[in-house]
């Protein structure tokens, strides 16, 4: 029992400390690590066992979630990437599998997955707690997002993932308002966030807030042979 609670203990550690890392927003850095991540430590309840804790980060300036879960000896960085293969036929499958899996030969560290119903592609980076550093956590961080570009042009998601990414700002422009902030604060929130000017922030608020009828569902990433 006392090891169990010590265990526990070492993951809520390792929890808050990869949460610090990715608050600790760094100016003048070109590291994804060090922009400015949301960020959310939950756990989860196993009914067979032992429970699970997961550390979430969004960044705004990005239109995917990460995900790091952390187990007994080591952490698993995930990307989810909004490309869901569940509802493809098998030759389209077949096609973009075979494309994953020489990517997965290209990126050592990151590996591409499917998860859920949906079998959504992840990317996932899997790290080793006893020698983790912030530096090794940004080194995979990097690599995971870059092997998510990769994947995107590879696999001709470009319109979309441009798509993913407008959707994104404007669902952030309609939560801000709906949580009471005024146009000015929002506006200048997207230039900070975005480094747009001052104009391109207002006309972006502008065209959200007067047309959110119009917007319709987020979308997702969709693959096209």
């Known amino acids: ?26 100016a003048d850095s070109d590291k994804p690590l060090d922009e400015a991540w949301e960020v959310e430590v939950k756990r989860t309840e196993q009914p067979e066992g032992e429970d699970l804790i997961w550390v979430l980060g969004e960044n705004p300036r990005l239109p995917y979630r990460l995900v790091v879960r952390l187990h007994k000896k080591f952490a698993s960085l995930t990307i989810y990437t909004g490309v869901e293969t569940a509802v493809m036929d098998s030759d389209l499958r077949l096609a ?18 499917l998860a859920g119903e949906d079998e959504e592609v ?53 939560e801000k308002a709906e949580g009471g902030q005024s146009r000015a604060q929002i506006r200048e929130y997207l230039v900070k966030t975005f480094e747009v000017s001052d104009q391109v922030a207002g006309d972006i608020v502008d065209n959200v807030l007067k047309k959110e009828d119009e917007l319709g569902d987020k979308p997702s990433f969709r693959y096209h042979q």
């Open 96 to 113: 973009l599998y075979r494309k994953l899996l020489l990517m997965s030969g290209t990126w050592k560290m990151a590996k591409f997955c």
């Open 122 to 174: 992840t990317i996932t980076t899997d790290l080793d707690l006893s020698c983790m550093n912030r530096e090794e956590f940004s080194d995979a961080l990097t690599v995971t997002i870059f092997s998510l570009h990769d994947m995107v042009e590879k696999l001709d998601l470009e319109e979309a993932y441009g798509a993913a990414q407008l959707q994104h700002v404007a669902d952030i422009v309609k």
């Open 1 to 26: 029992m006392a090891g169990s609670t010590s265990h526990w203990g070492m993951l809520e550690e390792w929890a808050d400390r990869i949460a610090g890392w990715l608050r600790e927003a760094i």
